[in-house]
């Protein structure tokens, strides 16, 4: 029988896993935070969907992430019945949560919590040399239950709208900083931003290439070397020139609680697509000036010696062909 009892109006529950009775038991504290990891991508949780499902976005698992910079978020990771890919969310601010992943399991233990990131506040080490493989004694466990009613207690939801960009994946620009695009230095600014204002969400979409994915855009790069721009290139591989759409997102914002937001972005499509859906309003824009056509001080993390000639061209296509909103800098407009 599994032991329940109560303690500052949560239920605790030892060992209460519910398995399928062809799976055995899990006999250890390791066992069992095991198989709590592999339940999280059961199948059962979100099944692929046909042409006419509705769309399914749900939250899986969340977990802290400290940053370099000495500040920290928390990274809220996607699945969803669309597509295959794991989107995310960089969270900024400990009022935000998502209610795909706070919904309550079956039968579910504060430990089920802790793994999958449901719990509030922060973490406490609470596990010593002794206890690393075995199960918690029950004054860990009563220390876990007193913390995290302590915690959820102490959370008050989103009151205002925060900084919300909306980011395609760029693997040249964000890990190999490529100074073909300026996909890297938004990334880093939407981050200072944010965890200067102490509040705000990134849904970081796997739209690599808007959406062609990797390989195709290396080969757009390789036209681009012919002279191509970046529209004509894709148009050329028989893609559309940008074919995303931000449903996913527009799901991901609204399970975060969000009903307004201050969106950082050039790009009008987003902003159009994100209130056609209508659950998101846009309460204000702000532009994501690229560093080397602004006037303040160059970023830490900004090279000198970026070549300029080559972001300035897919910075204008931008602004001419794709309707992004910025100011062309007198020094690139056509003589
Ligand atoms: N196909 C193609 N994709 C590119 C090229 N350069 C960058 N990208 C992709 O463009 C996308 C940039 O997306 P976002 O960072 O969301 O930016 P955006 O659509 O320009 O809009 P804002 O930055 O919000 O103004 C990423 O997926 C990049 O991988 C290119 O030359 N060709």
Same mark, same amino acid.
């Given at each position: 029988?599994?032991?329940?009892?109560?303690?500052?109006?949560?239920?605790?529950?030892?060992?209460?896993?519910? =398995?399928?009775?062809?799976?055995?038991?899990?006999?250890?504290?390791?066992?069992?935070?095991?198989?709590?990891?592999?339940?999280?991508?059961?199948?059962?949780?979100?099944?692929?969907?046909?042409?006419?499902?509705?769309?399914?976005?749900?939250?899986?698992?969340?977990?802290?992430?400290?940053? $370099?910079?000495?500040?920290?978020?928390?990274? /809220?990771?996607?699945?969803?019945?669309?597509?295959?890919?794991?989107?995310?969310?960089?969270?900024?601010?400990?009022?935000?949560?998502?209610?795909? !992943?706070?919904?309550?399991?079956?039968? &579910?233990?504060? $430990?089920?919590?802790?793994?999958?990131?449901?719990?509030?506040?922060?973490?406490?080490?609470?596990?010593?040399?002794?206890?690393?493989?075995?199960?918690?004694?029950?004054?860990?466990?009563?220390?876990?239950?007193?913390?995290?009613?302590?915690?959820?207690?102490?959370?008050?939801? @989103?009151?205002?709208? +925060?900084?919300?960009?909306?980011?395609?994946?760029? /693997?040249?620009? &964000?890990?190999?900083?490529?100074?073909?695009?300026?996909?890297?230095?938004?990334?880093? &600014?939407?981050?200072? !931003?944010?965890?200067?204002?102490?509040?705000? @969400?990134?849904?970081?979409?796997?739209? &690599?290439?808007?959406?062609?994915?990797?390989?195709?855009?290396?080969?757009?790069?390789?036209?681009?070397? %012919?002279?191509?721009?970046?529209?004509?290139?894709?148009?050329? =591989?028989?893609?559309?020139?940008?074919?995303?759409?931000?449903?996913?997102?527009?799901?991901?914002?609204?399970?975060?609680?969000?009903?307004? @937001?201050? !969106? %950082?972005?050039?790009?009008?499509?987003?902003?159009?697509?994100?209130?056609?859906?209508?659950?998101?309003?846009?309460?204000?824009?702000?532009?994501?000036? +690229?560093?080397?056509?602004?006037?303040?001080?160059?970023?830490?993390?900004?090279?000198?010696?970026?070549?300029?000639?080559?972001?300035?061209?897919?910075?204008?296509?931008? @602004?001419?062909?794709?309707?992004?909103?910025?100011?062309? +800098?007198?020094?690139?407009?056509?003589?």
């Amino acid at each position: 029988m599994p032991a329940v009892f109560t303690l500052f109006g949560m239920n605790v529950v030892h060992d209460t896993v519910k =398995l399928p009775s062809s799976l055995p038991r899990p006999t250890s504290y390791k066992e069992y935070v095991k198989f709590m990891s592999n339940q999280l991508y059961s199948p059962k949780a979100i099944t692929p969907a046909l042409q006419q499902d509705k769309l399914d976005v749900q939250c899986q698992v969340r977990a802290r992430i400290p940053t $370099m910079e000495g500040g920290e978020m928390h990274l /809220f990771l996607y699945k969803n019945n669309k597509d295959t890919k794991e989107h995310m969310a960089i969270v900024y601010g400990d009022d935000i949560r998502s209610s795909s !992943l706070d919904k309550t399991w079956e039968n &579910e233990t504060i $430990m089920n919590r802790v793994v999958r990131g449901a719990y509030y506040g922060r973490l406490e080490e609470i596990i010593t040399d002794e206890t690393q493989y075995t199960q918690l004694n029950a004054k860990q466990w009563a220390r876990l239950a007193q913390q995290q009613a302590i915690a959820k207690e102490a959370w008050r939801p @989103v009151s205002e709208a +925060p900084l919300v960009r909306i980011h395609s994946e760029c /693997f040249t620009g &964000e890990t190999v900083h490529s100074a073909r695009c300026d996909c890297g230095e938004q990334l880093d &600014e939407a981050m200072r !931003l944010m965890q200067q204002a102490g509040r705000g @969400v990134i849904v970081y979409l796997r739209q &690599e290439g808007r959406g062609i994915g990797l390989l195709e855009k290396l080969k757009a790069y390789n036209l681009q070397d %012919l002279g191509h721009d970046t529209v004509a290139a894709n148009l050329l =591989l028989d893609h559309p020139a940008d074919g995303r759409t931000y449903d996913i997102a527009n799901d991901i914002l609204k399970d975060l609680g969000l009903s307004e @937001v201050r !969106l %950082l972005t050039n790009n009008p499509d987003k902003i159009e697509q994100l209130e056609a859906f209508g659950d998101i309003k846009v309460v204000d824009r702000k532009s994501m000036v +690229p560093q080397s056509w602004s006037s303040s001080p160059p970023l830490s993390h900004t090279p000198q010696s970026t070549p300029k000639k080559e972001l300035d061209r897919y910075l204008a296509v931008k @602004v001419t062909k794709m309707r992004h909103m910025l100011d062309l +800098p007198t020094s690139i407009l056509p003589q």
